[in-house]
């Protein structure tokens, strides 16, 4: 996923996090097996149960990019949930908060719509044809042998996510707002790049860990031809 605005980092030990949660609110109780799982759910949706000696939690993934702070308060309002406690105020409000910030609704909605029953609209585009660029890049930094996934442009035209990478529907969809005679062919290549790197870098999964941006994928990242050119086209864009 390539978003504009708040940085997105992956969420770091979330299972650490809710053991922690956990012990505080119920100090005496051991802690069960905790397993946390990030789902592709169209919403900022999060689920609790605690069943055959474990707790199992589920988070919409469109969540793992929300900052520590932002999972804690989570957690808290999980667990209290559970427990049937009431919601500590301080952790709501900073939930709340995070919700109602500008660009995360906005990304909620893209996602929302990427989501939609239609995924993506025709990858030709009005001025940039996003095959022919799929199929250049492939040349140029893949030896031609990244298998081409379902491409497409998008409904909306996001200016905060522009681009996504759906490993379910093996799709990649760039923002509409990039189809334009004043984006420079360049900035519409550097956010393919970026998904055709997605492709080849799966979600890694260490432990309770998620990495989206892993190191080799930071790396490869940089080979890019005119890679600052390009991250300066899209700050100005944003
Ligand atoms: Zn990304």
Redesign the pocket.
């Known amino acids: 996923?390539?978003a504009t605005g708040a940085a997105l980092e992956p969420a770091s030990d979330p299972e650490a996090l809710y053991a922690r949660v956990f012990r505080e609110m119920k100090p005496r109780t051991p802690v069960p097996e905790i397993r946390v799982q990030f789902r592709r759910y169209a919403n900022a949706n999060a689920q609790i149960r605690l069943y055959g000696g474990v707790l199992l939690v589920r988070i919409a993934d469109t969540l793992a990019a929300a900052p520590w702070d932002v999972q804690e308060a989570l957690a808290e309002i999980l667990l209290s949930k559970l427990f049937r406690r009431p919601v500590p105020p301080n952790m709501h409000d900073r939930y709340r908060r995070y919700l109602n910030r500008s660009e995360v609704r906005k990304t909620l909605d893209q996602v929302r719509s990427l989501r939609g029953r239609k995924l993506v609209e025709d990858p030709r585009g009005t001025h940039h044809d996003l095959l022919q660029i799929f199929d250049a890049l492939n040349f140029q930094y893949f030896f031609g042998l990244m298998a081409r996934p379902t491409l497409g442009w998008s409904r909306q035209a996001s200016r905060t996510l522009l681009g996504h990478y759906d490993s379910t529907h093996n799709t990649i969809v760039l923002s509409r707002i990039l189809d334009r005679a004043e984006v420079p062919r360049l900035a519409v290549e550097y956010v393919m790049y970026?998904e055709m790197l997605?492709v080849r870098h799966p979600v890694e999964h260490k432990g309770a860990r998620r990495c989206?941006?892993t190191r080799a994928f930071k790396d490869e990242e940089t080979l890019f031809t005119n890679f600052r050119e390009a991250k300066l086209l899209l700050r100005r864009l944003a």
């Open positions: 996923m390539l970026h997605h989206v941006h």
